[in-house]
């Protein structure tokens, strides 16, 4: 099927994608509308791929060559243990962890330079609604405005209004716990002692009821230190999480910041507290997590792509995986097909089922890293393997699925 214009609601790593892909596919014009009026590129967190993803995500074209990466190749588990161990703590377990750490910033702006030039991309474009009209689908932007396209893609995130007209009432569901989350400038290590940041590694930093990890990353203006914490929040349940959202720099409630700085000083090994505390405030975001799989992928003319799709909770390291692999899948199903309708049918088949599987173990992930958090502490390393296992229950690994088992 060559042809046709495609409207791609947001702009971010899957509307990136999915435009390019379109447009290459054949799409006569495809128009990217991004409600944002400022410099993406300055979400400045970090992110890690699974190197098999990457792989064969450079091979179908989703990962454009040339973006910064910071390679991985190890999972340290790490516990405060007072009696025993010095101020970094005692590592308990270590794994492989075959990954390359990004910072999204500079993974946004590989995706958006290694755009067709064909495909425009318009800033400050925030949809309202989108809506069927028989022969294609409409976009409402907010100035009231109603354009006509013979598809839309929804690639915009976990708040989607693409996926409100495809499945309505489907929601993300708040897993009854928040993420901090932090990056700093890897310089503000030096004097710090110890062993600073291990550089091939993730540091996880496990304590009752919650983990943190720990890894280094590229950055704009050199490498940089990236982190994320979880734990229940004070009054979890008084918390108005219910409603989808997130609390970027200056919106940390007082009462997050300081529950923060208890978790560093009660859990943490002091080195490891000390790492967290050279964050600046400004760097520093409070994100609940969420789950959630649309009940469809696809309506009509209208078709869901990344977070829009389905919310993985961070533990499972595959959001920007998943995302590219969404993007893969749309160009081949596009490329496969002779009409509209098969082309959404071929992608629903593909994706459906990755994403269902992700979620759930996602979940499993989390239970046994923050909600039911085993004793850690105590356990050899036979029973942490037993217990990862059983937190995989058959997966063949974190970081999302292979498109070609
Ligand atoms: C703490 C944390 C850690 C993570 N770590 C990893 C990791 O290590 N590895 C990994 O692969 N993934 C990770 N992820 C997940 C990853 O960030 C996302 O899954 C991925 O970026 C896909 O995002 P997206 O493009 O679908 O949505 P988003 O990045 O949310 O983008 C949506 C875009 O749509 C725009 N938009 C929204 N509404 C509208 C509208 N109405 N009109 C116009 N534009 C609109 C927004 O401004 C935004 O630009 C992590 C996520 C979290 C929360």
Redo the contacts with the bound molecule.
Sequence with gaps: MRGGTVAV???????CALASAAARAGADEVVV????QGR?ADRG?????HDGRAAELAATGALPAGIAAHPLTRRRWIVRDDAAAGPAGRVFWEQPFPFHSYH?GLLWRGLREAMPASVVYRQG????GVADTGAGAEVRTAGGRAEPYDLVIG???????VREAVCPGSRPVYAGYV?W?GNLDARRLEGLGNEGVPSDAVSTVCFPGGSCVIYPIPGPDGPRVNW?LYATPPNSGRLPFADPTSFPPGRVTEELTEHLGTLLDREFPPHWARVLALTEPADTYV?PIYDLEAARTTARRLLL????ATV?R?HN???????LQDASAFEEAWRGAGTWSELLDAYRAARGPAGREMVALARRLGRGQVEQTPDWATMNHREVESWWQQLLDGAADIGGQAMRP
Aim: one cysteine or more.
């Design positions: 609601v947001g702009g971010s790593v899957a509307g509308l991004e409600r944002t993406l967190l970090g992110l890690c791929i999204w474009a925030a949809v309202t690639a915009d995130g976990y708040r989607s209004v993420c989350r994320v994100q792509a990344g977070d829009a993985v961070p390291t595959s959001g920007v995986a998943k995302a």
